[in-house]
T-cell receptor
Framework: SQQGEEDPQALSIQEGENATMNCSYK?????LQWYRQNSGRGLVHLIL???NEREKHSGRLRVTLDTSKKSSSLLITASRAADTASYFC???????????WGAGTKLIIKP | SQTIHQWPATLVQPVGSPLSLECTVE??????LYWYRQAAGRGLQLLFY??????ISSEVPQNLSASRPQDRQFILSSKKLLLSDSGFYLC????????????FGSGTRLTVV
């Protein structure tokens, strides 16, 4: 079942600009994860934020988590053409570790 | 280091033919294993997951089956493919207790004609 809902569904920005994607979910979670998928490829894990964390950084990525609003955001700073991909959020709602996936945001970086 | 191998990368099969997709993991023991299907431009649909040899859980009733004959081998099968089985199939593994991300294979693009 789909729990995470990303918005926007698609985002097109100029290279060098910042890109922000959002994810909302419905149940309590252990953690929330973001993944990147290049066209026709498998998904790559980007970052995991635990339910007791509010913000996490990894290189040009910044993830925030607001458990009171059941939402998360992924910020990619100083975007590059290579960032063009689909981005998915996934939540880990219980100890069985069956991630629940959103439908993804398609990000296009224009050179 | 841990790696995951999934093959073939692309497959074109006629309706009614059998299917066997294989996924193997290296560098870890007792992984959780997953098969997902992804329709074009859509999110992931969990098909099967396994927490151990011979232990398969199915999430969606369908024309497919899965088996785990060895700890690090996960196979997706069908006896007779349908047109609706076309899609992008992804294998993934995770540690048993969670807390880290999934690792995905490179995917198999299946076209049933």
């Amino acid at each position: 079942s789909q729990q995470g809902e990303e918005d926007p569904q698609a985002l097109s920005i100029q290279e060098g600009e910042n890109a922000t994607m959002n994810c909302s979910y419905k149940t309590s979670i252990n953690n929330l994860q973001w993944y990147r998928q290049n066209s026709g490829r498998g998904l790559v894990h980007l970052i995991l934020i635990r339910s007791n964390e509010r913000e996490k950084h990894s290189g040009r990525l910044r993830v925030t988590l607001d458990t009171s609003k059941k939402s998360s955001s992924l910020l990619i700073t100083a975007s590059r053409a290579a960032d063009t991909a689909s981005y998915f959020c996934a939540t880990d709602p219980d100890s069985n570790y069956q991630l629940i996936w959103g439908a993804g945001t398609k990000l296009i970086i224009k050179p | 280091s841990q790696t995951i191998h999934q093959w073939p990368a692309t497959l074109v099969q006629p309706v009614g033919s059998p299917l066997s997709l294989e996924c193997t993991v290296e560098g870890t023991s007792n992984p959780n294993l997953y098969w997902y299907r992804q329709a074009a431009g859509r999110g992931l649909q969990l098909l099967f997951y396994s927490v151990g040899i011979g232990q398969i859980s199915s999430e969606v009733p369908q024309n497919l089956s899965a088996s785990r004959p060895q700890d690090r081998q996960f196979i997706l099968s069908s006896k007779k493919l349908l047109l609706s089985d076309s899609g992008f199939y992804l294998c993934a593994w995770s540690v048993r207790r969670g807390g880290v991300g999934y690792t995905f294979g490179s995917g198999t693009r299946l076209t049933v004609v």
